[in-house]
């Protein structure tokens, strides 16, 4: 079946400082992959999105690579800022007619002054 | 602004007692879906439904209960058969139409007293 796995965390870095979240993915087929970000005490918005291989998402200075061959999508950002704090959902919608969306456990991202 | 309201943003519950939450949305969205998040276990799907008047259990549908009626409006309602209602909800609409994800309201935290 379908599923997503993330980088367990918490993550704590230092403002200023390179941030990877690994996600990886099984699918059949050819699904969208999706990064949301929760704030605290608010529900998920869209960060970023890919819909097909080789595709790159990028939003707010976030970025992720739909790669297939390792079926990977992997946010970065090459500068987090304190107000990246905040846990990170990778997401696979594989299309049909429901649009569910299937989400890893995501992972918690404290960033220090 | 077209968007997803759910209220209240936190209910207390009495053991035995049901609760309802709410979700409207005003993006003329067809879908809408109810997920349960707790802490390091991402979102699960309770209840999704394509169409008014129709409605289809997700992974944890136990305790719980939906209705569609208006395409605007899909309320939860958390029986006293659920046994650990306490968690945050999540309710989002998705554009069957269109290639864009689901879209988050800022989601009810439920707790028990």
């Known amino acids: 079946g379908n599923s997503v796995t993330q980088m367990e965390g918490p993550v704590t870095l230092s403002e200023e400082a390179f941030l990877t979240i690994n996600c990886t993915y099984t699918?059949?087929?050819?699904?969208?992959l999706f990064w949301y970000v929760q704030y605290p005490g608010e529900g998920l918005q869209l960060l970023l999105k890919?819909?097909?291989?080789?595709d790159k998402g990028s939003n707010k200075g976030f970025e992720a690579t739909y790669r297939k061959e390792t079926t990977s999508f992997h946010l970065e950002k090459g500068s987090v800022q304190v107000s990246d704090s905040a846990v990170y959902f990778c997401?696979?919608?594989?299309?049909?007619?429901?649009?569910?969306?299937?989400f890893g456990k995501g992972t918690k991202l404290s960033v220090k002054p | 602004d077209g968007g997803i309201t759910q209220s209240p943003k936190y209910l207390f519950r009495k053991e035995g007692q049901n609760v309802t939450l709410s979700c409207e949305q005003n993006?003329?969205?067809?879908?809408m879906y109810w997920y349960r998040q707790d802490p390091g276990q991402g979102l699960r799907l309770i209840y999704y439904s394509q169409i008014v008047n129709d409605f289809q259990k997700g992974d944890i549908a136990e305790g719980y209960s939906v209705s569609r009626e208006k395409k605007e409006s899909f309320p939860l309602t958390v029986t006293s058969a659920q046994k650990n209602p306490t968690a945050f909800y999540l309710c989002a609409s998705w554009d069957r139409g269109s290639n864009q994800p689901q879209h988050f309201g800022d989601g009810t935290r439920l707790s028990i007293l």
């Open positions: 699918a059949t087929g050819y699904p969208s």
């Open positions: 993006l003329n969205h067809d879908a």
């Open positions: 997401a696979l919608n594989y299309g049909g007619s429901q649009g569910n969306l299937i």
């Open positions: 890919a819909t097909k291989a080789d």
